[in-house]
């Protein structure tokens, strides 16, 4: 049974390190951190974690949108694995948009992400895989991949002005969906 993990916040020196290669995918501690990683982030309501915020300096990421009220437009994807990935290429287009992190709770951003990535990765049984992300999970994944350089998306924001809190970012997103505010 998958057990909650405690969420490592912006400050811990885990969150700023860089994760080391997995060596062995089918190690019982390996398999257990990645179901650990996806009920954290399910149960944070997150559409992706890396171990690192686990506390676990191991290069894993964890995919697993799904619309949430963190994230109303996200679409909906079974949890991914993605255990040493790798950025094969990546679009020219960037695109700007709403970003926010389980380890820097009450925090939002605009942030400027390629369109579309293609990645190498091991999934959890061992096998290689190609795939290309685009749009929300994309971004996701390439936040959740800074995760495992010790970078966070404030890192990236190009101006102190594209950062606003929690609530400001709930207001700004019920005015682009037509509520009143």
């Known amino acids: ?87 094969l290429s990546h679009s020219h287009k960037i695109i700007k948009d709403w970003e926010g992190c389980l380890s820097l709770p009450g925090i939002r951003a605009q942030v400027p992400r390629y369109s579309e990535v293609e990645v190498l990765y091991t999934d959890r049984d061992g096998e290689e895989h190609t795939v290309i992300y685009s749009d929300f999970v994309a971004r996701v994944f390439q936040h959740e991949f800074d995760h495992l350089m010790g970078k966070v998306f404030i890192d990236r924001v190009e101006s102190t002005y594209d950062v606003v809190m929690e609530k400001e970012y709930q207001r700004i997103i019920g005015k682009t969906k037509g509520e009143k505010v």
């Open 1 to 87: 049974m998958a057990n909650l993990r405690e969420i490592y916040q912006l400050g811990s020196d885990v969150i700023r390190s860089v994760a080391a290669k997995v060596e062995d995918v089918h190690d019982v501690e390996i398999q257990t951190l990645i179901d650990d990683m996806i009920f954290t982030c399910k149960a944070s309501k997150g559409v992706g974690i890396a171990a690192p915020q686990v506390n676990c300096a191991q290069a894993i990421v964890i995919i697993a949108s799904e619309p949430s009220e963190r994230y109303p437009n996200a679409p909906t994807m079974e949890p991914t694995a993605l255990i040493n990935p790798k950025i």
